[in-house]
């Protein structure tokens, strides 16, 4: 392949040699700054060509082309911005607050949509705004405890489902009393997790049943229609483990509503594949959990903002029920910015705005 490489005082300047010499179809390698200067390696557009003909051959995938086709514009585009007047100053502003979201555990995909949209004198406080006005969160105490019902609470394995469970059935209890509180476990695999929930139900004056299968839980919550608030306490299952399918067809059938708990400690890509799996109509809502082992909340809330899931309570803690907390989103962006010394004022700041002022773009 015939590459080359040209250095310019800037961007522009070493983009018009690139299409001085290979012309506006040149492919874009690589595009960094060395030094004061700026250095693109390219080549020239007939490197696509070949590497179709070599496709066609069978010596190349379908999918190497497509990543090579797409970088070579993405780069275009991004040099071909580089080039306006003036955009060097406002790419080094853009860039800048995209640092502080990728640095706070937000994706490149939901930072891209947001910067595009970014007016050029605006920045990270435009940013926050935007986050808060697209957050989507309900009262957990209104919507679940006080209206009452059958929900499960659904997630991976160690993402807090029975700690969680016992945190709402406590609330329902100060509440409504123990007498119109239910605790269910489908979990009849790990060992201990029964008596676990057990315990907590003994603690609370409310009676624990384990259920197997869909006929066992659909006559377990026949005998439990009296009840305010039935919660079941789910087998915790990896995203990937096939059991995850059947066990929301059984919650399924028996009109069982979710909660979807997420682990604010993991990272984007296994928070993305846990909704994806989890994810289907019977899903209402989500929790994320461990608030208190996390670095940041931005991972979590990018999932949240990108999948439109409605958040009702946020768990920060071990302590039933005192560790369970309506949501505040202020609190959530405050814990996801704080941690950033560029950024710490400018999101403190902006928490500040009172609610319902925000008059920033929806996505």
Known sequence: MNMKTFVGANSREALRQVRAELGEDAVILSNRKVGDQVEIVAAHHSMLKGLEQQKQGGQHSHGLLSEIRALHEHLLNQLSMLSKPGAASQDGHKSRVLRSLLKAGFGQSLADQMLERMPDDAGLDWILKVLERNLRHRPGDEEIVRAGGVYALVGPTGVGKTTTTAKL???????????????????SYRVGAYEQLRIYGKILGVSVQSVRDAD????????LKHKHLVLIDTMGMGQRDSRVMDQAAMLDACGVRRLLLLNATSNLHTLEDVVRVY?????????????????????VLDVVIRHKLVMHFIANGQRVPEDLHEISVPY????????????????RDALDLPQGSVAAHAF
Do not use: H
């Open 216 to 223: 066992d839980l659909q006559l377990t919550l026949s005998t």
């Open 332 to 347: 959530l962006l405050r814990c996801t910015f704080d941690s950033l010394d560029m950024t710490a004022n400018a999101a």
């Open 169 to 187: 059935a406590a609330r329902a209890v100060v509440r409504f009393g123990a007498d119109k509180v239910g605790l269910v476990t489908t979990d």
């Open 279 to 299: 994810r289907s109509p019977g899903v209402v809502g989500c929790i994320p959990t461990k608030l208190d082992e996390a670095v940041s909340m931005g991972s």
